[in-house]
């Protein structure tokens, strides 16, 4: 909501399961996901913004709207510097003070939190999470719902995989393969996921 009011954008409403007030932070709560289609009937031409953090469950509520047909927007804050040249896909969210170069390509549905850096000709896959205070140098590539964790750092042109986590300030200096927990400086492999947690 941040995002959207520092560019005066009109928020219509905010879903959520937890809460059966009428309004949080000044804007009518139009309830949970039992109310899902009673709202996308009455906001056929709304843009939604799918603002989860973790990357599964993101995914899980985006593909229940996408099967609405329902448009999906970008909530990118006024302080974030874009260029002109890089692409940004729908439902992303770019948070305060965070930078994308020339030549990026951000996926959908993807979040750059808080200051994090994206340089030129990085290619961030749908889904992907790059927490606060990441820095992602030139021509790096991130995969399909993978999550970056707070601080780390990767060198140009270093490949990490799908649905792999990161951890906070780790440095990436090689590759890192599909579905694996790497941490530290230089990040090394620590873990391996059973199963894709798409
Ligand atoms: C990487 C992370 C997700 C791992 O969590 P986890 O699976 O619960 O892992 P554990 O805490 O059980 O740690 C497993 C081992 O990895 C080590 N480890 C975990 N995170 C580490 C990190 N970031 N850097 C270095 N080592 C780390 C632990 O010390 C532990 O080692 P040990 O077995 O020798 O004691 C978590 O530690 C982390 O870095 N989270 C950052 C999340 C983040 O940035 N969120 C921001 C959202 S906006």
Redesign the pocket.
Known sequence: MDNLRSNGEDIIGVMDDRWSEEEWRGVPLLGGLDQFDRVVRQHPNSLYIIAI?QNAARKKITTLFEEKNVRFGKAIHSSAVISADAHIGEGTVIMANSVVNADATIGRHVII?TAATVDHDCSIKDYV?L??GVHLAGGVEIGFST?V??AACLIPQVKIGRNA?I????CVIRNIPDCV?A??CPAKV??QFQESKE
């Open positions: 953090g939190n999470h927490s606060p999550h964790g707070i986590v951890g906070g300030g780790a927990l941490v530290g620590i873990k």
